[in-house]
């Protein structure tokens, strides 16, 4: 829960120094346009990580490995086991995946206050 919060707090500074580094101003509409970049990134890179936890890409990853393999090993000494990619990348997902959701609430509150 604590790495959550650390998460929405860092992205809502980087959404502040984003505003005033492209925009020379802090106004609702700059903090609506970069939460919902930022946001939108945590939640595709978290699910993006979910996929590949889930091994759904295990087959192609070992496939395209076996192929680019030089011969030489392949011909000489004995077959090692590849690891799947699923267990290479071992990436806890949940907070960014929490935090994203976090931003993009925070985010929909100041679209509605700007429409109001």
């Known amino acids: 829960m604590r790495k959550i919060i650390y998460l929405i707090g860092a992205s809502q ?18 903090y609506i346009n970069y939460s919902f970049y930022i946001a ?22 070992k496939s395209f490995r076996q192929i680019f393999a030089s011969r030489e090993k392949l011909d ?8 799947p ?3 290479i990348i071992s ?5 960014l995946a929490w935090a994203g959701l976090g931003n993009m609430l925070l985010m929909l509150v100041a679209l509605a206050a700007y429409y109001m």
């Not at 996929?51 to 295990?58: A, I, L, Q, S, W």
């Not at 000489?76 to 690891?83: A, R, S, V, Y």
């Not at 990436?91 to 907070?95: D, E, G, H």
């Open 76 to 83: 000489t000494g004995p077959k090692e086991e590849m690891m």
């Open 91 to 95: 990436f806890n997902y949940f907070p």
């Open 85 to 87: 990619l699923s267990e």
């Open 40 to 61: 939108s990134s945590l939640l595709f890179v978290s699910l993006i990580v979910y996929t590949v936890n889930t091994g759904f890409f295990d087959n192609v990853s």
């Open 13 to 30: 500074i980087l959404t502040f120094l984003f505003s005033i580094v492209f925009q020379r101003e802090i106004s609702l509409l700059h």
